[in-house]
């Protein structure tokens, strides 16, 4: 689906499979070697959860897999999950409504299950995420709606740009049960609609002293032969804008802001500027789109398939790390790690 994230699907190590098909299979592994790496990482993460949507619910569970707990039915169609910094909120985009609705920003309270519509732009949410300091909101809106006629059929005549709002304006609407709109966003990055740059897949670190978010900038989004996507960092105020890696999708940043991984599992190194590659075998489908884990990233979470996406799981080592789908029952898009232990 378009509006939920771009089909690009790296495969990486795949083994004994001539050709992925959409559904993914189970791993090759032995019994007692998923065993044991689920009880390690239920035991060295407790108490962390990994949120994630299946494109129409928002859910959250444990870092093995277990204990899939419903947030949000954000339905029709839903997607771009992030935490806040305390693991409060789960923020992500929903085009929740009558039929033509926008994607907006929405918010769910993991304890309560409390829905909070964010904003009211009737244009489409690309991706959005609270910065460590919990002071800034950082937005990417498309210049339309593609849930307006045939509008999702060519999305080469919107461009989406990136923008910012303090926490307190968005907490302060919230308050008096209002949304945000877009006179209230700043833009850090835009271009006119005829250029056609898309600013999106937004990331924040995690460094409460020192706030960066991570994006992408890809020219002629959904035009597979002639598109492409760089990553980018920037300070909430526009400054600093540094390109990190040209031909790079949806970076994710490390919960010790020391890595930016992106979709095809490799993964940018702050201490020595180099990128590194993660492999993973003993899954027969495509993998993609990894988030590290917290305490020192030992682990990654990632998706497994294309439609119909699975979660995958694996340590990772500099060697090739055999990899577990996990055993759940729904559909799981853009699993992201919360950045603190959830009471």
């Not at 699907?9 to 998923?34: H, R």
């Not at 277990?66 to 839903?78: K, R, T």
């Not at 597979?224 to 390109?243: F, M, P, R």
Request: aromatic share 10%; glycine share 6%.
């Amino acid at each position: 689906m378009k509006n939920i994230l771009k089909k690009i699907i790296v495969a990486l190590v795949i083994f004994g499979c001539s050709e992925a098909d959409d559904m993914p299979d189970p791993t090759d592994t032995t019994s007692s070697t998923n065993s044991e790496l689920l009880k390690e990482v239920a035991i060295d993460l407790d108490g962390y959860k990994i949120a994630f949507g299946d494109t129409q619910k928002i859910y959250m569970m444990n870092p093995d897999g277990s204990n899939v707990e419903q947030l949000a039915d954000a339905g029709p169609v839903s997607g771009y999950v992030s935490w806040g910094p305390n693991a409060e909120y789960v923020y992500y985009a929903s085009a929740k409504g009558p039929a033509e609705t926008a994607w907006e920003a929405w918010r769910v309270n993991i304890q309560t299950k409390e829905e909070t519509k964010i904003s009211n732009f009737g244009l489409d949410v690309r991706s959005l995420g609270v910065s460590p300091d919990n002071q800034t909101l950082a937005i990417s809106v498309m210049t339309g709606n593609s849930n307006i006629g045939n509008n999702n059929d060519n999305l080469t005549q919107f461009s989406t740009n990136l923008y910012t709002v303090p926490m307190s304006v968005v907490e302060s609407k919230i308050a008096s049960g209002e949304q945000i709109v877009m006179s209230d966003l700043m833009a850090i990055q835009s271009s006119p609609n005829e250029d056609q740059f898309w600013y999106e897949e937004l990331s924040w670190n995690h460094d409460y002293s020192n706030p960066i978010l991570a994006y992408t900038k890809t020219w002629r989004y959904d035009e597979d032969d002639v598109s492409y996507t760089h990553a980018y960092t920037i300070k909430a105020d526009g400054s600093n804008n540094t390109l990190i890696s040209e031909n790079k999708d949806q970076p994710i940043w490390s919960i010790d802001s020391n890595k930016l991984s992106f979709l095809d599992l490799s993964y940018y190194d702050f201490s020595n500027a180099l990128i590194k590659q993660i492999t993973i075998s003993g899954i027969n489908n495509e993998v993609s789109g990894g988030s590290l884990s917290p305490l020192g990233g030992e682990y990654m979470i990632f998706e497994i398939g294309d439609e119909n996406r699975k979660g995958g799981i694996a340590k990772t080592t500099e060697a090739s790390n055999i990899g577990l789908q996990l055993n759940t029952l729904v559909s799981i898009y853009e699993p992201r790690w919360s950045p603190v232990p959830v009471n």
